[in-house]
């Protein structure tokens, strides 16, 4: 049975060892290995993810199935965001899930978590980034009322990609 814990420096080891595998099992097949790696080593390794943990406007929850992570949730409150000026808003910057759970609605859970929050802190929109050639997030986006607003550059290695930036209204 899937549960949604709220995740703590206690648990660095284990948002670090999901957040890699997820980010590789998503962009691997797209991108070269080494920009692979170098995207890992520089962004996910413990110590990346240990600051980002100790950020007080930045939540982490793990989703666990059967006693392993399957999935994991980062959410940045305003100021600790990846894109400035999106005032009044709570951004999804991470919502990942093995890829063998990705028919066990563990996203939906994830997402329906994000939603609850942004309600909680009582925003106006709630707002992510995507790949914009990752069809089956956009879709699921689109399903919980997400539209395109925007763009930015992503760097992949030496090679930019554009993310689509997304929002949903909270009202």
């Given amino acids: 049975m899937l549960k949604i814990y709220p995740a703590s420096s206690a648990n660095q080891d284990q948002i ?8 590789i099992e998503t962009f691997g097949p797209f991108n070269s290995k080494a920009h ?12 990346k993810v240990a ?15 059967d006693g392993q992570v399957v999935g994991y949730l980062k959410v940045n409150e305003f100021g ?7 005032r009044d808003s709570l951004e999804i910057q991470r919502i990942y899930v ?9 996203g939906a859970q994830l997402m329906k978590l994000a939603i609850q929050l942004a309600t909680q802190f009582q925003v106006t ?3 992510l980034g995507v790949w914009e050639y990752n ?26 990609q554009t993310d689509w930036l997304m929002k949903r209204p909270m009202n």
């Fill in 98 to 106: 093995l890829k063998k759970y990705h028919s066990k609605k563990v």
């Fill in 51 to 65: 600051e980002e943990v100790a950020d007080p406007r930045t939540h982490f929850f793990l989703a666990i199935d």
């Fill in 80 to 86: 600790s965001q990846t894109e400035n000026g999106l």
């Fill in 36 to 47: 692979i790696t170098e995207y890992v080593q520089q962004n996910l390794n413990l110590t």
């Fill in 135 to 160: 069809e089956r997030a956009i879709q699921f986006y689109e399903k919980f009322g997400f539209k395109r607003f925007g763009q930015h550059t992503f760097m992949m290695g030496d090679r930019p």
């Fill in 16 to 23: 670090q060892s999901i957040a890699e595998q997820t980010f």
């Fill in 125 to 127: 929109f709630i707002w």
